[in-house]
């Protein structure tokens, strides 16, 4: 009797312990990510990203999942596929926040900024043997403006469209794009860089296929923002771009880029996914040196421009107030609950 006894008070004891790991597990938050493609030098950012979070013990589980980048990232964020996405620029953000231009009749005022990469060029690379050498020069010539559904692809065909410059689009996976220009099916290609060097994707190619950037005149460029004023431009002086130190000066489309969620996470998950970014930096910077010198928190507020900014999530607001960061009422959500 006794041993019955045991036993059963040991299954019972199990149950309860299994129960328990049980109500554990399932107090992990399992979080989608939309990310880029995988052929990008910018899903490194993405994958060791997301690595930090989940090694960070804080109840997060992320898994990555490649995709179309900013445009398709937005989009499949309001659906529900995703719970939030790096390599969003904030135009285009904005614009979804504000249904307006590619966004219209698709306003999401839910949208929420998590955090920054860095402020990257929407660079315009050419063959160096195409004759190429700004954006004029691309009248009537077969160019990848960057993968369908990315915000720089929309952007290409946007200053195409208010410049008049007949440009014929090819757009393309990155992949792809590449195979077209090497077999000088297209003059050039639109990439995604740092301000001071090349795509790392692209510099292997250069060494076979010898390419240089162009990009758009002061005139071009007042001509651009009279029409669509929340793009950014910057000159990039000759000597900048590391890899290719002739091409300038010129001025680039330049926006702001980095991650975003929504209102469905919660203050909570964002905090701790924005802790663990930042404490895990020095990783991520390792991975994909694009970031350095970058501060993924206290830059959004330093350079997100009155009028093209989206509110932050209320998970950042919070972190950057614990580091005693200055927060403008511009940038603070209705939700924010102060803690």
């Known amino acids: 009797m006794r041993k019955r006894f045991l036993v059963l008070t040991a299954a019972v004891l199990a ?10 597990a399932d107090d992990t938050v399992y979080l989608n990510m ?3 493609s995988s ?18 013990d804080i109840g997060v589980r992320v898994t990555v999942i490649e995709s179309g980048a900013a445009l398709d990232n937005l989009r499949r964020m309001k659906e529900g596929a995703f719970d939030f996405a790096f390599c969003v620029d904030l135009p285009s953000a904005m614009q979804m926040y504000k249904g307006m231009d590619t966004f219209e009749g698709e306003q999401w005022e839910d949208v929420r900024w998590l955090f920054v990469r860095n402020i990257i060029a929407d660079r315009v690379y050419a063959r160096a043997d195409s004759g190429v050498q700004n954006w004029a020069d691309l009248a009537g010539k077969s160019f990848c403006p960057g993968m369908p559904g990315s915000s720089g692809a929309n952007y290409m065909m946007k200053i195409d469209e208010v410049l008049g410059t007949g440009v014929k689009f090819r757009p393309a996976a990155y992949g792809d794009a590449i195979t077209l220009l090497k077999q000088k099916q297209i ?3 639109q990439k995604s860089s740092t301000i001071n060097a090349m795509d790392s994707s692209l510099i292997e190619v250069n060494l076979t296929t010898p390419i240089t950037a162009i990009g758009f005149t002061e005139e071009q460029v007042e001509k651009v923002r009279e029409v669509y004023p929340y793009l950014n431009f910057l000159k990039t002086e000759k000597g900048t771009i590391k890899q290719l130190p002739d091409a300038g000066p010129m001025y680039e489309e330049c926006p702001i880029v980095g991650a975003v969620s929504s209102t469905r996470m919660s203050q909570e998950v964002a905090y701790k996914i924005i802790k663990a970014y930042v404490e895990g930096f020095e990783e991520v910077a390792a991975a994909y040196s694009g970031v350095k010198g970058w501060d993924p928190v206290a830059d959004y507020f330093k350079y997100a421009a009155p009028g093209g900014e989206i509110p932050a999530h209320a998970g950042l607001v919070q972190y950057a107030k614990e580091q005693g960061i200055d927060v403008p009422e511009r940038f603070i959500p209705p939700e924010y609950e102060e803690k």
Do not use: H
């Open 34 to 36: 939309g990310s880029t």
């Open 187 to 189: 003059v050039g290609l």
């Open 39 to 56: 052929t990008s030098g910018l899903y490194a950012w993405c994958v060791t990203g997301a690595a930090v979070m989940n090694k960070a």
């Open 15 to 24: 149950l309860f312990l299994f129960a328990g790991a049980s109500v554990a």
